[in-house]
């Protein structure tokens, strides 16, 4: 039997024409396309990008446009949903039935169809920050906000959680946020979808795959870890023996390493400079700062000292964005899938075109031919 690759580290399992990582060099693409580029798109835009394999003419542009702001709007049903959650939990739990739910009313559920798979996934795209909006709007004993159709995807989300229209800086930056968490090629939520998917399961089972991995603190729930660290260290004058008492205590810098990038993930590279721009808007720099003093200690400690590349992920100046954009901290990892749905639908897709079961194996550590003997 082969090497083990513990956490399939460097295992090639799939060829994808969605994303590309260079992760010595810091390159990502979208459908070949560079991560910089991609950002003078909108977040419909790069939906439409990703689910159909191609950039849409402009005729196109506006259906699909009109088609995800019309499919925003959910169902009674789905509300009420949502108002039988417990609300301790975080908003990405109720996500999950809230999907869960939308997949019982599907009259498609179980038809894999290329046509089905674009309905329900772009469905599923505009209704997910909805979900989240209405999770949030509940919990606080407030009604949830109808979606508004003149306003972008990032916009709608904002308005929808605080009953007022965002400024324009804040729009751009939620939709920025979205567009930078759209995709990531075989990560490990991404990893799961096409895992559930390669069973021949449905798309809602897939995208339910995913939400549970996504959720782990080592994936996308260290936007809630870095947040509870920013809270936790409170002033930047704080933060570099934070990060020190960390190192010294074996724990992890949240929001910092990577398996495929061994350099500067240029997705964080682009958050950081919009979270600087919305902290200068602000006037309030100290969360900015903060971030900024753990980064230098980080880098300062891990790669300059311990020639160890360990680089702030997409996770850490999100986090940051996300105390400018005031996302509070039990929807931080919801607001990731908001932007994630997208990749994954284009994964499920992927898969569904071209399939074969995905199921690996595993080396038997245990004894044989023992006796049944109850203890
Ligand atoms: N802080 C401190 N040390 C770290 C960190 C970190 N954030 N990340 C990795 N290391 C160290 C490990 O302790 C290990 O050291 P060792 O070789 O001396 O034992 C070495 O770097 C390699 O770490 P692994 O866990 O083997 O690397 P792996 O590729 O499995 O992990 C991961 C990647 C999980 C992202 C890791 O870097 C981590 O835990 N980061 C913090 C959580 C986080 O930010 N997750 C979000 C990732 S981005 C995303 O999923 C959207």
């Given at each position: 039997?082969?090497?083990i690759?513990?956490?399939?580290e460097g295992i ?9 990582i260079?992760?010595i060099?810091?390159i990502?693409?979208?459908?070949g ?5 991609i ?14 394999s ?5 005729s196109?542009r ?10 925003r ?18 908003a990405?739990d109720?996500?999950r039935?809230a ?8 009259p ?6 290329l ?6 996934g772009?469905?599923?795209v ?8 209405a999770f949030?709007?509940?919990?606080n004993?407030?009604?949830p906000?109808?979606?508004?159709k ?5 916009a709608?989300?904002l308005?929808m ?11 751009k930056?939620?939709?920025s946020?979205?567009?930078l968490?759209?995709e990531?090629?075989?990560?490990a ?10 069973t021949?399961?449905?798309?809602h089972?897939a995208?339910i ?11 996308g ?27 010294s205590?074996k724990?992890?810098?949240?929001g910092f ?27 309030d720099l100290r ?8 980064e ?19 996770d ?14 039990l ?13 994954w639908?284009?994964?499920?897709i992927?898969?569904?075109?071209d ?9 038997y550590?245990?004894e ?5 003997r109850?203890?």
């Open positions: 039997m082969a090497e690759q513990k956490g399939l090639v399992a799939l060829e994808t024409k969605i994303a590309y260079d992760g060099k810091g990502l693409e979208y459908r396309i560079n991560i910089n580029e950002m003078k798109l909108s977040y419909d835009e790069v939906v439409y990008l990703l689910l159909h191609k950039l849409p003419t402009e196109d506006t259906k699909f446009i009109n088609r995800l702001r019309d499919e709007v959910i169902d009674e049903g789905t509300i009420n949903i949502v108002r039988v959650c417990n609300f301790n939990i975080e990405m109720a996500l039935t999907v869960s739910h939308l997949s019982h009313c599907d498609d559920l179980n038809d894999n169809s046509e089905a798979n674009l309905r329900k772009t469905e599923l505009a209704q997910f920050p909805t979900i989240v909006a949030w709007r509940i919990r004993m407030e009604e906000i109808p979606p508004d003149t306003l972008s995807h990032g709608n989300f308005y959680l605080r009953g007022t229209k965002p400024t324009a800086l804040e729009a930056c939620m939709e946020d979205f567009i968490s759209a990531h090629e075989l990560n939520s991404t990893f799961s979808v096409r895992t559930t998917a390669s021949l399961s449905d798309m089972s995208i795959s995913g939400l549970g991995t996504l959720k782990g603190v080592l994936h729930g260290a936007r809630l870890a870095v947040l509870e660290m920013l809270d936790e260290i409170e002033e930047p004058e704080k933060a570099e023996n934070h990060v020190l008492n960390l190192i205590n724990k992890r810098v949240m390493g990577h398996r495929v990038y061994k350099t500067f993930d240029p997705r964080g590279i682009i958050f950081k400079q919009i979270t600087k721009e919305i902290a200068e808007d602000t006037g969360w900015f700062s903060i971030a900024e003093n753990i230098a200690t980080v880098l300062r400690e891990f790669v300059e000292k311990r020639n160890k590349p360990i680089y702030p992920n997409v850490f100046y999100a986090g940051v964005l996300y105390k400018y954009l005031k996302i509070p901290p929807l931080s990892t919801a607001v990731f899938a908001i932007g994630r749905i997208s990749g639908v284009a994964h499920c992927e898969q569904f075109a399939n074969r079961l995905i199921r690996p194996r595993a080396r550590a245990g044989h031919d023992l006796p049944i109850f203890l």
